[in-house]
């Protein structure tokens, strides 16, 4: 027998509860899991808890005593069910550090730059460049944005590839 399941229904929470040591959920894909009380900053017990919600199935709504709502996405969730997610997301931010530090590099390399003059040129450490360029480090906006106009290039360029950018 084939079985068929949501298209990505590992995003998807499907019910909730409050027990006595976290809060239990279950997604669309069959998985369940506890989220440990002390891993809601504003929560830490389940005693300021009134109540809870899942008013769509990407978020979950506690309700405090001071009626304010603590909204806990999907993946904060999923990360506390599935052993597997974490890692699995971490593989994929890796890949996207190496990506943009491959682009980094070969813009550099194609504008006739050292990691020296580039790094002089962006406001940035050399150290910082080199980090990037190895995908070591993912870059803040301000440090993106300073690459590509060094490069003389738009920021999305180092994001994305240029023939998949709507221009």
Not at 141 to 165: C, M, N, Q, R, Y
Request: charged share 25%; aromatic share 6%.
């Amino acid at each position: 027998m084939d079985v068929a399941l949501v298209k990505n229904a590992n995003r998807m929470m499907t019910t909730a509860s409050l027990v006595d040591n976290g809060i239990e959920v279950c997604f669309a894909d069959g998985l369940w899991g506890l989220i440990p009380y002390g891993e809601v900053p504003e929560v830490r017990t389940r005693k300021g808890i009134s109540g809870l919600e899942l008013p769509n199935p990407y978020e979950l709504v506690l309700q405090t005593s001071g009626s304010e709502g603590v909204e806990i996405p999907w993946d904060f969730a999923r990360h506390y069910c599935d052993a597997t997610y974490r890692p699995t997301i971490e593989a994929i931010a890796a890949l996207g550090r190496q990506t943009i530090g491959e682009r980094v590099r070969r813009y550099r390399e194609s504008a006739g730059l050292t990691q020296v003059a580039l790094a002089r040129a962006a406001d940035i450490g050399r150290a910082t460049l080199v980090r990037l360029e190895n995908g070591e480090q993912s870059p803040r906006f301000k440090t993106l944005k300073a690459v590509a106009g060094a490069l003389g290039i738009d920021s999305p360029d180092l994001l994305v590839e240029p023939e998949f950018l709507p221009r």
